[in-house]
């Protein structure tokens, strides 16, 4: 479909890395710069930092123009320009995700997700009773909740994807999660098998941190790691609260959390022994 734009995201990041690189190898600062194109002071601040919605085709040659651009660095600039303008679903869905979030972007466009969620379920996992149920939770409207139930559904039509696209995902849940009353037995027994489906689905690891473990790293950690199939861009974590989704970028603090991640992970049941846990589940989950 037009509107799913893999890679859309990414190119939009990437262009922004481009320009920046472009600036400081033709040797111009960024008010030079700006003041050369007659652009008001910290535009071109916000497209280096990537928080332009959608970048604008003349901008970009006016860019690459006063930068003494090669017909190659041209040529790659309109393509990640086009590829960052073409029409996204997750763009009508900002009362959802939030104005310029670009979580669903990057979750669309990896090449793996790392996921860890102490408490809840991660939202590619979910069933739509689970989801009912947590939604239900919070001041949200109806109609709000019906918006964010059909955002969370349509995220995880990137695992469906057959066409070599589909992300790697490498997720750590916790007994926890499951062991919430909520819904009915035969909801709760659902989520638990589609646990155990997911967990089946070639290019999934599931594993499971069981209370008998007792205490692990991350215990109070909300981790997403998306990492994307060209080496040239950077991996990028976000941070989930109940209010807000933070984005981490910074080199170091990435690889902090992915060592985070590792501990998390190492910690866990294996993936056969959360399989063999969650068929359990499903069949005697009260």
């Not at 916000?46 to 006063?66: G, K, M, Q, T």
């Not at 559904?153 to 926890?176: K, M, N, S």
């Not at 998390?264 to 009260?286: F, G, K, M, N, V």
């Amino acid at each position: 479909m037009a509107d799913d734009a893999y890679g859309a995201t990414v190119a939009k990041r990437r262009l922004a890395r481009r320009l920046a690189a472009l600036r400081v190898g033709a040797g111009m600062s960024l008010n030079e710069t700006s003041d050369k194109l007659g652009w008001s002071r910290g535009r071109l601040d916000r497209y280096e930092r990537n928080e332009w919605r959608l970048p604008d085709a003349s901008h970009v040659r006016d860019l690459a123009r006063i930068y003494d651009a090669t017909d190659d660095e041209r040529a790659e600039l309109e393509d990640l320009g086009r590829l960052a303008r073409e029409r996204v679903w997750w763009r009508s869905y900002e009362d959802v995700f939030g104005k310029g979030d670009e979580f669903p972007g990057f979750e669309n466009d990896a090449a793996r997700i790392s996921v860890y969620m102490p408490l809840v379920l991660p939202g590619l996992m979910q069933t739509p009773a689970y989801m009912r149920a947590l939604l239900a939770v919070g001041p949200w409207p109806a109609d709000w909740q019906d918006r964010a139930l059909a955002t969370r559904l349509r995220r995880q039509q990137i695992l469906e994807r057959a066409d070599g696209t589909a992300p790697r995902l490498v997720a750590v849940v916790t007994e926890a999660a499951l062991m919430y009353e909520w819904g009915s037995p035969a909801d709760r027994r659902e989520q638990a098998a589609r646990l155990a489906e997911l967990s089946r689905r070639p290019g999934t690891e599931l594993r499971m941190l069981r209370f008998a473990g007792g205490p692990h790293p991350g215990m109070s950690s909300l981790i997403n790691i998306f990492d994307f199939p060209d080496d040239a861009d950077p991996g990028i974590v976000y941070l989930e609260n109940d209010t807000t989704i933070q984005e981490v970028t910074r080199p170091d603090e990435v690889q902090a959390y992915r060592d985070t991640f590792s501990r998390i992970r190492a910690a866990a049941l294996t993936a056969s022994a959360t399989r063999a846990y969650l068929d359990q589940l499903a069949s005697t989950q009260e």
